[in-house]
């Protein structure tokens, strides 16, 4: 069973992805971001999911270790289809949308490929091994993809406002989950902090989206310097 603190974690979780989700339907960006809009459904889904196999299972059975780090795997795969959304926006002036899907398929599949050769290659072949590899492995490269997006932005002066918070808020959660997952491999004993960890970053992108969407009307455009030098 949940302890008080990761219960209330969880519905506080579950309450701001159903936030999230109804400012940007109200903000009619179903059409322009279903990418977000399916990376949301998809985290509701995981973690009810995870709730019902706690209640039936426990937090310390298999099952739900199994369910963890596959649906972890998932929505971080999901997360590349939002990135990619953020780059066809950035880049949609230059008809660039099928080269980076394409760019897209390529890196999953070599991480996902690489991913598999370090835990084949290694004595304990567990199936979660590949699980843990594999999101640590995405979450590395989506670091480099989202500073990479950020860097053209500034050569393209992007200034729609959405646009840009949508890739603050992107590049702030996948450097808080590399994070986490470089220091959980030095202590990996889940009794303390890191229990709470992930349940709380995951918090991140549903409230910034639900602010972006609720507070930034759509068509604002930041001035191009603050782009450039957001700290002059």
Request: charged share 10%.
């Amino acid at each position: 069973m949940l302890d008080p603190v990761s219960y209330a974690i969880w519905l506080a979780v579950l309450l701001a992805e159903v936030v999230s989700l109804v400012c940007m339907i109200r903000g009619k960006a179903l059409a322009e971001h279903f990418t977000l809009v399916l990376y949301l459904c998809c985290c509701f889904a995981a973690d009810v999911g995870a709730r019902s196999i706690i209640k039936s299972s426990g937090y310390e059975s298999d099952t739900y270790r199994y369910f963890f780090f596959y649906s972890k795997s998932l929505l971080i795969i999901c997360l590349y289809f939002v990135l990619m959304n953020l780059y066809s926006h950035v880049f949609s002036e230059m008809g660039a949308g099928k080269y980076i899907r394409a760019g897209a398929a390529m890196i999953l599949g070599g991480t996902a490929g690489i991913s598999y050769y370090m835990v084949a290659a290694s004595s304990d072949r567990l199936v979660t091994h590949f699980a843990v590899e594999l999101g640590q492995n995405l979450y590395f490269v989506g670091v480099i993809l989202t500073y990479l997006l950020w860097f053209a932005m500034a050569k393209l002066r992007e200034n729609r406002t959405r646009v840009v918070q949508l890739v603050l808020s992107m590049g702030v959660y996948v450097s808080l989950s590399a994070g986490s997952y470089a220091v959980n491999n030095l202590y990996p004993d889940h009794n303390g902090f890191w229990k709470y960890y992930f349940p709380i970053t995951s918090m991140w992108l549903p409230v910034s989206w639900a602010y972006t969407f609720l507070k930034v009307p759509a068509g604002t455009r930041l001035a191009t310097a603050k782009v450039l030098a957001p700290n002059a």
